[in-house]
């Protein structure tokens, strides 16, 4: 990893590892077309299962840009990028989505909705893989509480399930 590029800190859900690597990145370009340079060069690197990588680097270095990589919510126009066993170039809409649902990425802004509760902004997660009715439907009676629930417990904040967001510290 190029040193001016050494910060970000990857979580990967429960994954049964059939590969040696959970992220394999080899030569990463990104060349937005809008930008006059590229954002990331030559970037290589591999993530062993139970393996955290951090990545730091100042403003503007393309640390975010690289986590979009390797969240799949980017994809670059060429190079050697697999994700959970995964190749991601050439992949539809649909099956990066797939590939996405597997993996949890903490951002340093949480994106919750602050006049909403805990258990809807938990459940915003579930959104692209419920029916449109089920998401509807959620906004009024929260659904799959129990999941939510278990989520909440391991994070410690079990008893704020129903709290609004914005009142949580």
């Not at 990145?25 to 340079?37: F, M, Q, V």
């Not at 100042?58 to 994700?83: F, Q």
């Amino acid at each position: 990893i190029p040193p001016h590029l050494i910060a970000l800190s990857i979580t990967l859900k429960h994954y049964t590892v059939l590969r040696s690597h959970m992220l394999h990145l080899r030569d990463l370009s990104y060349h937005p077309t809008a930008t006059p340079a590229p954002i990331l060069k030559n970037i290589s690197f591999d993530l062993a299962p139970k393996q955290l990588g951090l990545i730091i680097g100042p403003s503007g270095s393309g640390k975010s840009t690289l986590l979009a990589l390797m969240n799949v919510a980017l994809s670059p126009a060429e190079c050697e990028v697999e994700v959970l066993g995964q190749q991601i170039l050439g992949l539809t809409a649909r099956q990066r989505r797939q590939v996405q649902r597997q993996i949890g990425t903490v951002h340093q802004q949480h994106q919750l909705v602050d006049n909403l509760s805990v258990i809807h902004n938990v459940n915003a997660g579930h959104l692209g893989r419920w029916p449109f009715w089920k998401a509807l439907w959620s906004l009024v009676w929260p659904q799959e509480v129990a999941i939510a629930q278990q989520a909440l417990d391991r994070l410690g904040i079990g008893d704020k399930i129903y709290a609004r967001s914005d009142r949580l510290s």
